[in-house]
Structures are given as structure tokens and as C-alpha cells.
């Protein structure tokens, strides 16, 4: 693998330089002997030499070493050993024409280098020594070429030659290379190793290169190597015998290992390797390159600029990248309390370009004590772009930052005058990120014009923030100004993550903006789970007087958990976790979107009050972003967790925006909810929730809901808006809430309360009520207008087959102003209520109208369990003054029963129905509270049963522009019955307020029961002060109902009038009366079957004994079969006794004459059996399962008889054609029979 040190070069030359290195490194001493010693390996003439004294340079003496073999370009030097003393000064000589002069040191002992050792020239130096080399502290290089130390045993010149350390021979003659190319070449023979330590400050070289090439190489204990010529540095070691390239990228020396060689280490403590640009001249920095098994980079003192790092302060150059390469492991580690520690480039002053760090590792441990430390770049000035970061882990990153400060771990810095920041790249087998406060642990930050770098982080394992581990890119806002004019950006963050990504303790994901520009986005891609617990957070806002706006937030894992549970204490408290996308307030900018798409979502909240769970909004003038969730499964949400896109400005318009839910399934309990909301003071608006399941949504505990919130009155516009603001519109297989959980819309703005549809396939169940401590809620769904709103209410939109009500539930569509209130509209095919109601209702304004479309069947029964003397049933009522409006209902059967109520209504009714009033010490009524009733329809096709049922139309206002108001009408092709004690009521209440009135058409109206044991069932359209209503009635049939003429059923032993007081009679009764003397109503029936009329049913069976003839036998051996019975109720079929004829006004049925025994039996078999309904007599009764006739439309009487087999009479609709064959009558006494 070729390292290229300057990749802005083309062109390549090599040197090949051989390594093989075995043994163990000695142990230096901390003196050298100032011994400079040539060996004999070289030929005579051109063996080395040391002239001490012999030289000047810059004004000083040194000592030259001179003589070597010359062979072209290169001049070879052998020592058997090489040792510079403290103080000393020893250069190479150059001649001329001499480009690199190589040396080797032979005798077994490590050079030591305490005193200044150069070249007297522009060559380059490599000093070679296999046992090691070692720079003590005042240790100095004068080379303006290249210096390359190594403990490699030779360096070979490609087929030319090797010149070796380790096995000493004199230089081949063909030992000259063409400068442009180097080779190197396996170096055969037992191979030792050593190392390179360096404890000098060699600083600000000249050099072109500096190349430190050994076993180990270690830069320690307050040491410096530094290059201010644009020279490169680079640190390498091999831990094993093998071969390594050096190759040559325009001036610039580089590395080329073999794969799979193990390589040595590279330590630097307390130390710093540095590149800087210089003052004068057109050079950019100098690159830095490391390249070993494993690198430390370890600060322990306090002190500024220690590590690797490369600056830029002058000349607008860049200044010089950071290379590191490394098969195991690199550490950066700082435990003081310093800044600039650890890998980093900066620009500063009048520099230019930030360098760029590349880390390529098997793993990457970053650890810091404070801010600036780490791996980091940083650009102040001259508006230059700083330097990016890539890193690349085969196995882990981890980045624990023990204290605090602004900014640690790995980040990118720009400045007030800085350039566009760095970006980070991290591609790992996992991150971690800790930090014992809320610090980022990987960040890139903005503070001026220039937007700051983004982070990528690509992840084939997991991905693990903890203990306040944050990752972050930032434009903070400015404190001292009261608006940010800074036009930089934080740019985006993205983890593409295989595994899990999991923030845990109070860890953030996020996105600051505090500026002009718009924020990035957070983008998490995760192949596995998400996790956020305990406190942690992903955040995307808008600072405080920022005008920008806030980036968006997108998410996609197998599965998302939000778990505000602390792991290790489960019960106790718990810490906010949220998913957020905002803008603060005094901010202009929007809020960004939230899209999450994930498998399984579960969301467990704090238990508590607080931002904890998915929020989209804005406290400024811009708009909040919109929240798009798709979950393939279950979407669980419990423990006070919430779903909110919100507007919430105390000095700003903002408008929320929608809430888009896509689930398998959704719950929710325990306060936990889901909500579009506006609290703006200056006119935003809200967003609409759409929520689709293919499963089953339940909701559940008080607090629980799904809600649409327009808080303040000054909320929302009076402007035409265009589209529809603030709904919830819901689709499912199933709907449940329970034990307090809700659906609700209300406004206190300027604009309607939004809409509530529900579309369930199965059916929608409603029940219960929340009990926390003292406070009750119950389930329901809710739209209002509240005080202070100027719109109306929301409507109320339910379809399902079967929607259930019951233990308290309720739909309430209610207005709190003058305002109208919304509308409740049910298509079902069953509908039922029990011990729960649905309201529209009003207070001063107008009631919304209730619509009930149930195709098969509507049950209303019970009370309600708070208040059992408060009927359950379906309301449109107003309480203070109002007019309440309509309630229609179509159904095929409708049931009233056990003290339900259907009732549109101006004031309040009495437990029985009747309107409850109020007077003062004076007997005066406040007739300002008295509003204005609406209209009552039913139209059930096969059946309206009222079993202690009521159904009521009460008004304390003559209607104004409606004149149904107040009515009643009832369209019931099947049968009505009136049972135990029911009440069907148009009343009026109020000085010359005029009765409702009361239609009913259809077949056939019964009042049970038909004794006088029980209170009788009455239908009434009265007035207490103004003129009676009118009663119409159509009908087929009119059983036991009598007419009341006059108020006397009304008045009570002490002569004062009781509107009820006839209800309480055992009797069942029609009224249409003024009270108190205005003018009665009239009461109208048309009854079809003209035999019947309202008087009341007989209340006993008749005695057959009296009143029926018995049959004589027709043989003289009698039966008791042959001689049978019959029994009829009511009127009509029986003369007063059985010796008179029949009265032909009597007369129900027609009658025909007795038959002889073989007629009847003739007649039995030959007559076939009609395809009508029968009526079975008493005696043996005949079972028969028969299909569910079709619907009743209309009464025929009966015309004939004809004799089953078994005896049975069988009433026939068609007369039978009967020849009579004697006189049908006989006398009582019957003669013997023959």
C-alpha cells in the first residue's frame, strides 16, 4: 500500500529501504559519550573521518566529518560508532554534486544524539543504526535537505545494491541512482530491532523531510520536533522483518509497507510534533505523517500545543495534514487542564487553509480533560476554511471527555472571522461518546459568517452515546446582541448505522442554530434499533434571536424507543427524552420536520409533566416543522409520553403545522397524548393530525388523547384560510378509549375548532371514566369553543359498523361563547349508548346539530354513573340562553330505555323530562338563561321502542328563524311502543313561548303496560305560559292512549300547576294544553284502521265460561280435545252471551258456521294453507321456525279461518269459500247425538 505524504504531486521516484530489525531495544543512557568512531568497512581512501574544529558554520566552530565514498549524487559514510556529546557540533561536509549522504553505524551500540548534529550543505542526511537512536534534551538537526533516521539494516538502490549496516561492505560502485528513482530490496541475514526515542526540542528545521524510521519510535518528556519550511515529518515503525518502500512524491518522502507486517509503535508524551507555515515565503505547511501498530499521543502536563498538530499563521498559506495510519490502535488522551492538546490543525492570523486529518485505525480512543482537546480543527481568520477530519476504525472510536468545556473530543472550529469549517468523517465498527456534562464529545461549530462542517459517521456495529455524550454542529447564539446577524450555518448531521444507535443518560444528537442561515439536518439511518433513555435527547433548534431557521430531523431503524426510566432505578425520577425540532423564542425562522420511519415504536414518558417525547414547534414567528411517523408495527406510548407540533409565541405569529401517523397499532395510557396546538398571541395557526392504522388504536387513563388546541384568543386570523386547520382525522380497524382517554379539538383563537373524523373498519368503543386523585375525566370525544374563542366548534364525524358507548362515555360538541358550536354526525349500522350520551350543546351561542345514521339498530339505556338522576342518551341543548339545534336519527330499530333520553332543548329538564326552572324570592323565573330548542326526528323503519325512555323537545323561546324549532317528528313504518312510564315531550317554558309540536306517522303505536298497576307512558305538547302545541298523528293502529281535553290531569291537591303531574298517573295519555291559560294545541289522528281508536284496551280477560258456547260432541263418546277453547282479549268477536247473535259493529273478523266433522276434515285436507302470518289459539300450540318476515308495512284484517291438522285456527287475509249446510246456530242444550 503506497502512503502518499502530498497527494498535489504526481510524480513518484522510490528508494527502496530495507528493514529488518530483531533483538531488543537497550536501554540508553542518559549521557553519551562524545564518541564518533569510523569503522574499516569502507575501502582505504574512502573511509570516514571526524575533523574536530575543523569548520565553520553560522559563525561557529564545528566538527566536520569528512572522507566516505562518493558515488555520483550519494557520499557513504561507516562508523562503528556514532555518538554526539551535549554541546557538541558535528555537521557532514558536503561536496559539491553530493545530493544525499548516507551513514551507517556498525559496532552494536545506539546512537546518541545530545548535541547538534547537521550537514555543512543542502544534502540529504540518513543516519542508519539497527541497534537505535536516541535525541537526548538539548539534542539539535541543522539539515536543510531531508534527514532520515532509521534502525532498518540497510538500504538497498533496487538491483544495484544494498548498503547495510547489519552486514558492513563497501559501497558497490554501481551505487549511484538517478535522483528521480529509488529501489529497495529484502536484506537477507538475522535482523535485530531498535527504536528511536527522541527527548530533544528539535524545532523550527529547515528540513524538507524529517523521516524517524525504527522498531519504536518515541517523542517524550517535553520534547518538540518541529518544521517551519514547509518541511514534512514522518514517524514510522515495523515490528517485524520485512521491507519498506520509501518513495518520493514531488520533495516530499513517503512510506510504502508491505501488507501484513506487523508494524512498531509510535508514542508521543508530553510532546509536540509540529509543522508551521513560515513567516516569508509561498510554502505551505508541512504534512505530518505517522505510520505504526499503534499510536499514543498522551498529555499529562499543563501546557498549550502538545500532540501532533500543524498551524498556519501568516501568508494566507495552508497549513500542513495530519496523516496517521495505524494496524492496532491510536490514543489521544489528556488529563490536563490545557487547551490545544491532542492531533489538530489550526489557521490563525493571516494563515490560510486548515490542514486536514486523516486517521486511518483498527481502533480510535479519544479522552480529554477540557476544551480544545482531541482531535480537532480550528480556523480564526481570513475567513479560511478549516481543516476536515476523516476518520476510519475497522473496530471501535470512543470519545470520553471526564470534565468539562465547550469543546473536546473530536470537533471543527470556525471562528467569528474564520472560513467554512471542517468537516467530520468517522467510518468505524462502533462509536461510543460520553462526557460527564453536556459537552459535545464530537461537534462543528460556527461562530461567524461561514457555515460550520458536517459530520458523518458510518457505523457497521452500534452506535453508543452515554453519560451526557453528545454529538453537536453549532451557530451559538449571541447573548449581548439582541439579534444574531451572523450568517454561518450548523450544518448536517448523518449516522449510517447497521447496528443499534443508543443515547442513554442524558446524551444529546443535535442542532444548533443561533444565526441568519438555516440549520442542517439530523439524519439517522439505523439497520437496528434506536434507543433514547433517560434524558437523552435529538434536538434540531433555533436559538434565541436567530432568524434562520431550524434543519429537520429524519429517522429510519428497525425499531425506536424513547425510555425517560432511569436503567439502574426504574421508579424513581425519571429524565426528559425527547425528539425535537423547534425554534426559541425572538426567533423569525421555522421550525424543521420530523420524519421517522421505523419498525416498532415505543415511547415511555417521565410520569411527570415536561417536553419528554416527539415535538415539532416554534416560539417565535416562524412556522413549526411537521412530524411524519410510519411504523410498520406496534406504536406503543405510555407514562405521560407525547407526540406534539406546537406554536407557542408570547410575541410572534407562528403556525404549528400536522402531525402524520402511519401504524400496524397504536396505544396510548397514562397521560400520555398526542397533540397540534397554537398559543400564539398574535394570530398562528394550527396544524391538522392524520392518523392511519391497520390494526387497532386504543387509548386509555385520564390525560390520554389525541388533541387539537387553539389556546389563546388571539390565535389563528379572521382572513379566508385556505385548506382545513386543527383536524384529526383518524382510520383503523378499531377504536377504543377508555378509563378516561379522549379525542378532542377546542379553540380559544379566532379560528373554528378543527374537525374529528373517525373511520373504523370493526367498530369504535367508548367507556369509562379516568379517576386521578380528585379529578374525573371522562372518554370521550370532544370539539369546543372556549371562552374567549370568536369560531365556531368542530364537528364530531364518526363511520363505523358498530360505535359503543358505555360506563360514562361521551361525544360533546360544545360552544362556551356566542359562537356556533360544532355538529356530531354518526354513520353506523349500530349505535349504542350506555350510561353515556351524546351532546351538542351551547351555552349563549348555538348548538351544532346531531346526525345518527345507523342502519340496523340505535340503543340508548341507563343513566349516568356520576349523577344516576342524569339520563345517558343523544342531546342538542342549550343551557344559559342558546339556541340548541337538531337531532336527527334513521335507523331500523330504535331503543330508549332505563331512564335514557333523546332531547334538543333551551333549558334544563328534571330527572322525568320535564323543564326545570328556577324562581327567586319573588317566584320570578330569569327567562335570560331560557334558550331556544331545535328539532327532534326519528325515522326508525321497523321500530321504535320507549321501555322508561323519553324523548323530548323543550324550548324557553319562540323559535326565530327556525320554525321546526322545538318539534318533534317521528316516522316509524314498524311499531312504537310506549313502556313503563315513557314520555315522548314538545314543551315550551317561558311567558308566551308557544308548545312544540308532535308529529307521528307509520304503523302502529302501543302503550304498555295494559293494567293499571303501572305509571302509563304519556306524549304531551304543552306550554307553561304561551299557547299548547299540535300533536299529529298517522298511524295504522292506536292502542291504549286516551286524550287529555283539559288541564285538570295538571293540577295538583293544592291547586298549582305540575307539568309532570299527569306522567306520574297510571294512565297513558295525549296533551296538547296551555297550563296556564293560553290557548290549547289541537290533537289529530289519523288512524288507518278505523275499528280502533285511543280508548283504552279492556285490563282483564273475558270468562269463556260465560261467554263461549260449548260444542257438542258428534258422537256420543266425548273428548276433551274435540271440545277445545277459545280466547280473545280486547273488544269486538263475542256477543254479551252466547245465546245472542253477533252485533255487526262488533265485529273484528267474520265468522262462518260449524261444519260437520267430515267437512271439517274434507275442508282440513283439501284447503291448502295460505302463505300468510297466524296467530296460534291456546290449546296445543304449533312450533314453527320461520325466516325473519319482511318488514311490517301495513294491518290487513282477517277475512277467513281455515283448521290446521293439529286443530289449530288459522286466520287467513283471504275469505274462504264456505257453503254453509244448516243453520250455523244452536241452542245451548244439545240433544243425543245419533
Given at each position: ?7 498535489r504531486?504526481?510524480t513518484?521516484l ?15 543512557a542518559?549521557?553519551?559519550n562524545?564518541?564518533?568512531?569510523p569503522?574499516?568497512?569502507?575501502l ?8 574536530l574544529?575543523?569548520g565553520?558554520?553560522n559563525g561557529?566552530?564545528v ?7 562518493i ?16 554541546g557538541?557540533r558535528?555537521?557532514f561536509a ?16 545506539a ?14 542526511l ?26 532498518a ?57 524529517l523521516?524517524?524510521?525504527?522498531g519504536d519510535?518515541?517523542?517524550?518528556e ?7 519550511q ?15 518502500a520509501?518513495?518520493?512524491?514531488g ?7 508491505p ?10 508524551k508530553?510532546s509536540a ?9 509561498n ?74 486529518i486523516t486517521?486511518?485505525?483498527g481502533?480510535?480512543?479519544v ?5 480544545e ?11 479560511q ?7 476510519t476504525?475497522?473496530?471501535s472510536?470512543?470519545i ?29 465498527g ?13 461537534s ?18 452500534n452506535?453508543?452515546?452515554?453519560k ?5 454542529t ?6 449581548n ?23 442513554n ?5 443535535q442542532?444548533?442554530?443561533?444565526g441568519k ?9 439505523a ?15 433555533a ?7 431550524s ?10 424507543l424513547l425510555?425517560?426510566?432511569?436503567p ?7 429524565g ?6 423547534k ?18 415504536l415505543t415511547m415511555i414518558g ?11 414547534n416554534t ?11 410510519i411504523v ?7 407514562d ?8 407557542n409565541s408570547s410575541?410572534a ?20 397524548f398526542i ?9 398562528g ?6 392518523i392511519?392504522v ?32 386543527a ?5 383503523a ?12 379539538a ?18 369504535v ?5 379516568g379517576?386521578?386523585g380528585?379529578?374525573k ?7 369546543q ?5 370568536e ?5 364530531i ?7 359503543r ?11 362556551t361563547?356566542?359562537f356556533?358550536?360544532?355538529d ?13 350520551e351524546?351532546?351538542a350543546?351551547?351555552?349563549t ?5 346531531v346526525?345518527?345514521?345507523a ?23 342549550a ?20 331512564g ?24 320570578e ?38 320554525e321546526?324549532?322545538?318539534t ?17 315531550l ?7 313561548v ?13 302503550a ?13 305538547a304543552?306550554?307553561?305560559d304561551g ?5 299529529k ?11 287529555l281535553?283539559?288541564t ?26 296551555s ?18 281508536d285511543?280508548e ?8 269463556p ?19 277445545g ?5 280486547g ?7 252466547p245465546?245472542d247473535?253477533i252485533n ?7 265468522w ?5 266433522e267430515?267437512?271439517?276434515i274434507e ?11 297466524y296467530?296460534?289459539m ?9 325466516p ?13 279461518w ?24 244452536s ?8
Amino acid at each position: 500500500m503506497v502512503l502518499d505524504v502530498l497527494k498535489r504531486y504526481n510524480t513518484q521516484l522510490s528508494l527502496a529501504l530495507c528493514l529488518a530489525i530483531s533483538g531488543a531495544y537497550a536501554l540508553l543512557a542518559n549521557q553519551a559519550n562524545a564518541q564518533i568512531t569510523p569503522d574499516t568497512t569502507l575501502l582505504p581512501g574512502e573511509r570516514s573521518e571526524l575533523d574536530l574544529g575543523s569548520g565553520e558554520v553560522n559563525g561557529k566552530i564545528v566538527d566536520l566529518i569528512k572522507g566516505g565514498a562518493i558515488r555520483d549524487i550519494n557520499l557513504f559514510h561507516s562508523f562503528l560508532e556514532f555518538n554526539v556529546g551535549d554541546g557538541q557540533r558535528v555537521y557532514f561536509a558536503n561536496p559539491a554534486g553530493i545530493e544525499n549522504i548516507l551513514s551507517r553505524v556498525t559496532g552494536g551500540n545506539a546512537s546518541n544524539i545530545f548535541g547538534t548534529l547537521g550537514v555543512n550543505g543542502g544534502a540529504n542526511l540518513f543516519l542508519i543504526n539497527p541497534k537505535g537512536i536516541l535525541f537526548g534534551k538539548n539534542a539539535k538537526l541543522d539539515v536543510r535537505g531531508s534527514f532520515v533516521g532509521t534502525t532498518a539494516d540497510g538500504i538497498g538502490f533496487g538491483n544495484q545494491g544494498v548498503f547495510s549496516a547489519s552486514n558492513p561492505e563497501p559501497p558497490s560502485p554501481l551505487l549511484t541512482v538517478n535522483p528521480n528513482v529509488f529501489f529497495f530490496n529484502q536484506i537477507p541475514g538475522n535482523m535485530t530491532r531498535g527504536s528511536i526515542t527522541s527527548r530533544a526540542k528539535l524545532e523550527e528545521l529547515a528540513v524538507d523531510n524529517l523521516l524517524l524510521l525504527g522498531g519504536d519510535v518515541k517523542v517524550i518528556e517535553d520534547s518538540k520536533i518541529s518544521t517551519n519550511q514547509g518541511g514534512n515529518i514522518l514517524l514510522a515503525g515495523l515490528g517485524a522483518p520485512g521491507q519498506v518502500a520509501l518513495t518520493r512524491d514531488g520533495n516530499k518522502l513517503g512510506l510504502d509497507f508491505p501488507d501484513g507486517v506487523k508494524k512498531g509503535n509510535v508514542v508521543v508524551k508530553d510532546s509536540a510534533i509540529e509543522t508551521l507555515v513560515p513567516e516569508d515565503g509561498n510554502v505551505d505547511g508541512g504534512d505530518i505523517r505517522i505510520i505504526a501498530d499503534s499510536l499514543e499521543v498522551e498529555n499529562t502536563e499543563k501546557k498549550e500545543d502538545q500532540g501532533i498538530f500543524t498551524i498556519t499563521k501568516s501568508n494566507g498559506r495552508k497549513s500542513g495534514d495530519i496523516i496517521i495510519s495505524a494496524d492496532n490502535s491510536v490514543l489521544i488522551k489528556s488529563t490536563a487542564r490545557e487547551k490545544r492538546q491532542g492531533i489538530f490543525t489550526i489557521t490563525e492570523d493571516e494563515g490560510g487553509e486548515g490542514g486536514k486529518i486523516t486517521i486511518d485505525a483498527g481502533s480510535l480512543t479519544v479522552e480529554t480533560a477540557r476544551r480544545e482537546q482531541g482531535i480537532f480543527t480550528i480556523t480564526k481568520v481570513n475567513g479560511q476554511k478549516g481543516g476536515d477530519i476523516v476518520i476510519t476504525a475497522d473496530d471501535s472510536v470512543s470519545i470520553i471527555a471526564s470534565r468539562d468545556g465547550s469543546q473536546h473530543g473530536i470537533f471543527t472550529l470556525t471562528d467569528p472571522e474564520g472560513g467554512t469549517g471542517g468537516s467530520i468523517q468517522i467510518t468505524a465498527g462502533s462509536l461510543m461518546v460520553e462526557s460527564e456534562k453536556e459537552t459535545p464529545g464530537i461537534s462543528a461549530r460556527t461562530k461567524g459568517d461561514a457555515d460550520s462542517g458536517s459530520i458523518t459517521i458510518n457505523v457497521s456495529g452500534n452506535v453508543e452515546l452515554k453519560k451526557k455524550g453528545t454529538i453537536r454542529t453549532e451557530q451559538p447564539e449571541d447573548r449581548n446582541t439582541d439579534k444574531n446577524d451572523k450568517e454561518g450555518s450548523p450544518r448536517d448531521i448523518l449516522l449510517n448505522v447497521l447496528g443499534n444507535v443508543i443515547l442513554n443518560d442524558n446524551s444529546r444528537l443535535q442542532i444548533f442554530n443561533g444565526g441568519k442561515g438555516d440549520g442542517g439536518k439530523i439524519t439517522i439511518l439505523a439497520g437496528g434499533a434506536v434507543e433514547l433513555k433517560f434524558g437523552s435527547k435529538i434536538e434540531n433548534v433555533a436559538k434565541q434571536k436567530s432568524t434562520g431557521s431550524s434543519g429537520g430531523i429524519e429517522l429510519q431503524a428497525r425499531s425506536l424507543l424513547l425510555d425517560s426510566r432511569n436503567p439502574s432505578d426504574p421508579e424513581s425520577r425519571r429524565g426528559q427524552v425527547q425528539i425535537t425540532a423547534k425554534t426559541d423564542r425572538n426567533t423569525t425562522g421555522d421550525g424543521g420536520p420530523i420524519d421517522i420511519r421505523v419498525g416498532l415504536l415505543t415511547m415511555i414518558g417521565p410520569n411527570r409533566s415536561g417536553s419528554s417525547g416527539i415535538t415539532a414547534n416554534t416560539s417565535g414567528a416562524g412556522n413549526a416543522g411537521m412530524i411524519t411517523i410510519i411504523v410498520e408495527g406496534n406504536f406503543i406510548m405510555k407514562d405521560r409520553a407525547k407526540i406534539e407540533a406546537k406554536s407557542n409565541s408570547s410575541s410572534a405569529k407562528g403556525d404549528g403545522n400536522d402531525i402524520i401517523i402511519e401504524a400496524g397499532s397504536l396505544s396510548l395510557s397514562n397521560n400520555s397524548f398526542i397533540t397540534a396546538e397554537t398559543k400564539s398571541e398574535n394570530g398562528g395557526n394550527p396544524g391538522n393530525i392524520e392518523i392511519t392504522v391497520k390494526d387497532k388504536i386504543e387509548i386509555s387513563d385520564l390525560d390520554s388523547g389525541i388533541r387539537s388546541q387553539i389556546r389563546d384568543k388571539d390565535s389563528g386570523n379572521n382572513q379566508t384560510l385556505e385548506g382545513e386547520l386543527a383536524n384529526i382525522t383518524i382510520k383503523a380497524r378499531s377504536l377504543s378509549l377508555k378509563d378516561g382517554g379522549r379525542l378532542e379539538a377546542f379553540t380559544q383563537g379566532k379560528i373554528k375548532a378543527g374537525d374529528i373524523r373517525v373511520d373504523a373498519e370493526d367498530f369504535v368503543e367508548i367507556s369509562g371514566i379516568g379517576v386521578k386523585g380528585n379529578k374525573k375525566e371522562e372518554s370521550g370525544i370532544f370539539t369546543q369553543t372556549r371562552n374567549g374563542a370568536e369560531a365556531e366548534g368542530g364537528l364530531i364525524q364518526i363511520t363505523t359498523p358498530s360505535l359503543r358507548l358505555s360506563d360514562g362515555a361521551v361525544l360533546n360538541a360544545r360552544s362556551t361563547t356566542d359562537f356556533r358550536g360544532g355538529d356530531i354526525k354518526l354513520d353506523v349500522d349500530t349505535l349504542t349508548v350506555s350510561n353515556s350520551e351524546i351532546s351538542a350543546s351551547t351555552e349563549t351561542g348555538t348548538a351544532g346539530n346531531v346526525e345518527v345514521n345507523a342502519k340496523d339498530s340505535v340503543l340508548l339505556t341507563g343513566t349516568l354513573p356520576e349523577d344516576p338522576k342524569s339520563p345517558a342518551g343523544i342531546f342538542a341543548q342549550a343551557t344559559e340562553g342558546g339556541t340548541a339545534k337538531n337531532v336527527t336519527i334513521e335507523t331500523d330499530e330504535l331503543t330508549v330505555e332505563k331512564g335514557a333520553r333523546i332531547a334538543v332543548s333551551g333549558v334544563p329538564l328534571t330527572e322525568q323530562g320535564f323543564p326545570e326552572t328556577e324562581a327567586d324570592e319573588n317566584g320570578e323565573v330569569d327567562e335570560s338563561n331560557l334558550g331556544e330548542a331545535g328539532k327532534l326526528t326519528i325515522e326508525a323503519d321497523d321500530s321504535l321502542t320507549l321501555d322508561n325512555g323519553q324523548l323530548v323537545a323543550a324550548t324557553g323561546k319562540n323559535p326565530t328563524n327556525n320554525e321546526e324549532a322545538a318539534t318533534i317528528d317521528i316516522n316509524v313504518p314498524g311499531v312504537i311502543i310506549l313502556d313503563n312510564n315513557s314520555l315522548i315531550l314538545a314543551d315550551a317554558t317561558g311567558d308566551g313561548v308557544k308548545g312544540g309540536n308532535i308529529t307521528i306517522e307509520g304503523g302502529v303505536l302501543v302503550a304498555l303496560p295494559l293494567n293499571n298497576d303501572d305509571k302509563g307512558s304519556d306524549i304531551f305538547a304543552n306550554a307553561q305560559d304561551g299557547d299548547g302545541g299540535n300533536i299529529k298523528i298517522t298511524l295504522q293502529g292506536l292502542f291504549n292512549m286516551n286524550v287529555l281535553e283539559d288541564t285538570s290531569a295538571f293540577i295538583d291537591p293544592s291547586g298549582n300547576i305540575d307539568p309532570s303531574l299527569a306522567f306520574q298517573n297510571n294512565n297513558s295519555e295525549i296533551a296538547a294544553l296551555s297550563l296556564s291559560g293560553g290557548q290549547s294545541g289541537t290533537v289529530t289522528r289519523d288512524i288507518t284502521n278505523s275499528a280502533q281508536d285511543p280508548e283504552l284496551l279492556p285490563t282483564s280477560i273475558v270468562d269463556p265460561s260465560a261467554l263461549i258456547v260449548a260444542n257438542c260432541p258428534r258422537s256420543g263418546k266425548v273428548a276433551v280435545d274435540e271440545l277445545g277453547e277459545f280466547i280473545i282479549t280486547g273488544r269486538g268477536g263475542l256477543p254479551p252471551s252466547p245465546l245472542d247473535p253477533i252485533n255487526q259493529q262488533s265485529v273484528l273478523v267474520d265468522w262462518v258456521t260449524l261444519d260437520t266433522e267430515e267437512e271439517n276434515i274434507e275442508e282440513a285436507t283439501s284447503t291448502p294453507t295460505p302463505d300468510v302470518s297466524y296467530l296460534p289459539m291456546r290449546g296445543k300450540r304449533r312450533t314453527v321456525e320461520t325466516p325473519t318476515p319482511p318488514r311490517p308495512k301495513k294491518i290487513v284484517e282477517a277475512q277467513g279461518w281455515t283448521v290446521g291438522e293439529d286443530g289449530t285456527i288459522i286466520l287467513t287475509a283471504e275469505p274462504n269459500n264456505v257453503t254453509p249446510k244448516s243453520n250455523w246456530y244452536s241452542p245451548r242444550s244439545c240433544g243425543s247425538q245419533g
